[in-house]
């Protein structure tokens, strides 16, 4: 995965002579032997004796939770878990730690990990020489911000996973990202860079403790810069609509390209422009420049091959421009956030396409993601080839009978030369190869073929099972991992809340209403948070910032939805502990403390991964306003300014953007008493986090049955019917 860093983050610069990562791709070690000459004799005569632990003899992961730990935990590679004892056990024995770090949802860390283990000479190199630690950057979240800033500081863009180098005080010295995936390869590049670390650590490690902890150093002003007044807007409102405004300009209607937007499926994105689309409290002009681009990203997506036809779901990112060929694999979050994504499309358009994918990708989700005890796991797709997933015509016809073939083909847009577009397949790899997108609904291709949608609707399955079976052969036995993982645990209750809020079904407020409270029992630990059910080191389970965002976006959610006063208590003990942990004197801290290990000002600004946590409390603070229950002012502070440069990248700051665009162009609904059931469900079903909520007060003055809407010119309105409530805030769209 690329992920474009902005310039404000590429202006650090390597010091000369400072850390060895840069000087590695160079292909030497500059300026080292000079520097070291003068302490060279001193260094050998105080080298202490190395004492091994006997449980750096064998593979350390053990029973640990997560994806990625249980993965390896086979591996003859000595992998060690990320903690402080680790690292002590690393200096006891007087050796760097070699450390890989992978996230669970992108599936090109297997194959790199099972390459370096599949060659025996390289396994014992690095078990004879390093403290071999593995990284889960999901979980860990802050060390997997932080392969972004080394990947910056080389100027290249992030890829995963990551090798890195660092002494037992957790200080990087050498790092790089495995661009290719080839066995060869990572073999290659894994043995360039040890022959020139561990001959500098053998000749003066002395001289390496020395320099990476005054690297880190500068490393750590560097990124404690970020935060500062000097690019943080005061104009927050104005500012948030020239980011929209920039944001819609992206999309070019004629080319149907979106410029910036990176090769992520464009989740942050639909949902901003679909919550503009129907603000209430925006320019109308902008407002319908935001439908309309909308309304084109809806006509460019929804056909295309990133949504799979035979199993459902859609794929987290496409390979080159085009989305007609996706990256292919899929992970709950993904699925999560896209749904969301995709019903506040919806609403905004009216496009029943979009409504008929979000279900259909929640339903995805519910089949491959649910573990056994009721929760959602993150995922863990293997790496295949992509020639598995593509078809020739005559590899379907050879599948279907001639009538459902020719349909089929036509449906699909497959062609006999193939349909991948020349810019994403120039040298003609997959020549004849097509992938799939579904262009219509099934109701529409019922009707092409003069059929009840009744009749055709088992033919339609028929033909897909037999074509997910034929693929299934092709892609082999794939292994479900079957791990609760809070995070997406979270979003699905979110992607729950939202489906209720865009079909009325009471179903889907059930299962939000459910999975909430399953995720409470199962997910807190006290007042806190932690990432998986299964106890682990803090270091690796304790709930970061992010988890705590998730955590209270998904209770906030359901509390919209449901009217349920006790969840407000929840999400105030949340954000007050999340006060407590991760507050600091000039920026919000990703880690908390207790589990922290390197020493260096993480926070979570940049849409990297996906939503930011700065986005996330920034929203809560918002709407935990707007109930009465404001965020402690310290924290509240750190949340919730917009960096100027938002406005020049605002690809990159969506939920952020969307968090200022609800705080500074406020839309409360003020709840009167005895509202009738219709009144009270229009109410659950508004928005969730456009809309800000609150309970009727005696001094508010609201006539029984009623509702009070104040919009953030001052003007006040009093509707009693949800279709005055419905007109005054999500005034009638047209119909796709």
């Not at 850390?19 to 292909?27: K, L, N, P, Q």
């Not at 990432?531 to 919209?560: C, H």
């Not at 260096?600 to 700065?614: Q, V």
Request: proline letters at 6%; one cysteine or more.
């Amino acid at each position: 995965m690329f992920v474009f860093i902005p310039p404000i983050f590429m202006k650090a610069q390597i010091p000369l002579g400072s850390s060895i990562a840069a000087m590695i791709i160079c292909g030497g070690l500059l300026g080292i032997t000079a520097c070291r000459k003068t302490t060279k004799e001193k260094s050998e005569t105080l080298k202490p004796v190395a004492v091994l632990a006997p449980g750096l003899n064998v593979n350390g992961l053990g029973s640990l939770p997560g994806a990625i730990y249980r993965s390896q935990a086979k591996s003859p590679i000595h992998w060690q878990p990320w903690t402080k004892e680790t690292l002590a056990q690393a200096k006891a024995a007087n050796r760097l730690v070699f450390g890989v770090i992978a996230i669970p949802e992108q599936p090109g860390f297997q194959s790199v990990l099972a390459s370096l283990a599949a060659a025996p000479g390289l396994v014992a190199t690095i078990n004879q020489n390093y403290v071999p630690v593995l990284i889960d950057g999901d979980a860990t979240r802050e060390m997997g911000i932080l392969t972004a800033d080394l990947c910056a500081e080389m100027k290249l863009s992030l890829r995963l996973p990551l090798f890195i180098w660092m002494t037992p005080d957790a200080n990087p010295v050498a790092w790089i990202p495995v661009a290719d995936t080839q066995p060869g390869k990572v073999a290659g590049l894994f043995e360039q860079s040890h022959s020139m670390v561990s001959a500098t650590w053998a000749e003066d490690s002395a001289y390496m403790l020395k320099n990476s902890a005054l690297d880190n150093s500068m490393r750590r002003t560097r990124i404690g810069q970020r935060k500062n007044t000097k690019v943080m807007s005061e104009q927050s409102g104005e500012d948030t609509i020239r980011a929209i405004r920039q944001l819609a300009s992206l999309y070019d209607p004629f080319t149907r390209n979106f410029d910036e937007g990176g090769g992520l499926f464009p989740a942050g994105t639909i949902d901003l422009l679909s919550t503009a689309a129907i603000h209430p409290g925006l320019p109308p002009e902008l407002r319908a420049r935001c439908l309309e681009t909308t309304r084109d990203l809806l006509l460019d997506l929804l056909p295309s091959a990133m949504f799979d036809p035979l199993e459902g779901g859609v794929f987290s990112s496409r390979r080159g421009r085009s989305w007609a060929f996706p990256n292919f694999y899929r992970g709950c979050g993904e699925q999560a956030r896209a749904a969301v994504a995709l019903l506040n499309a919806y609403r905004a358009t009216g496009n029943a396409h979009a409504l008929e994918k979000a279900l259909g990708v929640i339903a995805y989700a519910e089949k491959n993601f649910t573990t056994p005890d009721g929760l959602f796991a993150v995922g863990l797709t293997r790496e295949t080839d992509h020639a598995a997933w593509l078809w020739s015509v005559e590899e379907v016809e050879e599948e279907l009978s001639p009538e459902d073939a020719a349909w089929w083909i036509k449906a699909t847009g497959m062609q006999g030369l193939g349909n991948l577009p020349s810019e994403v397949d120039p040298h003609r790899e997959f020549f004849r190869s097509n992938s799939l997108g579904l262009s219509k609904s099934v109701a529409e291709l019922a009707a092409e073929q003069a059929q009840t949608i009744e009749v055709f609707a088992p033919r339609f399955e028929n033909v897909r099972n037999k074509l997910l079976q034929a693929r299934n052969r092709r892609l082999g036995e794939i292994v479900r991992d079957q791990e609760a993982h809070a995070g997406v645990t979270f979003r699905m209750v979110s992607a729950y809340a939202a489906a209720f809020g865009a079909t009325g079904d009471v179903a889907f407020r059930d299962k939000a209403s459910a999975l909430l409270e399953k995720s409470k029992q199962a997910f807190s630990n006290g007042p806190r948070l932690r990432m998986f059910t299964k106890d682990a080191p803090k270091s690796i389970g304790e709930g970061r910032a992010f988890l705590y965002g998730l955590a209270l976006q998904a209770v906030l959610d359901v509390a919209a939805i449901t009217s349920d006063q006790r969840l407000l208590d929840w999400s105030e003990d949340l954000a007050t502990t999340s006060a407590e942990l991760f507050t600091d004197s000039e920026f919000l801290k990703e880690c908390p403390d207790d589990a922290k290990i390197i020493d260096l000002p993480i926070t979570d600004l940049l849409m990297i991964f996906g939503d930011t946590t700065a986005g996330m409390i920034s929203s809560a603070e918002c709407r935990l306003a707007g109930y009465g229950r404001p965020l402690v002012k310290s924290f509240s502070e750190l949340a919730t300014p917009l960096p100027v440069y938002a406005v020049d990248r605002p690809i990159l700051h969506t939920d952020l953007l969307q968090a200022t665009l609800a705080r500074s162009f406020s839309v409360t609904v003020i709840s009167g008493a005895s509202l009738s059931p219709e009144m009270k469900l229009a109410c659950e079903q508004l928005p969730m986090r456009m809309i800000q909520r609150s309970t009727a007060k005696p001094a508010d003055q609201i006539p029984a049955g009623s509702v009070k809407i104040i919009f953030a010119s001052g003007t006040k309105l009093v509707v009693s019917t949800p279709a005055a409530l419905q007109e005054a805030l999500l005034p009638s769209r047209p119909k796709l």
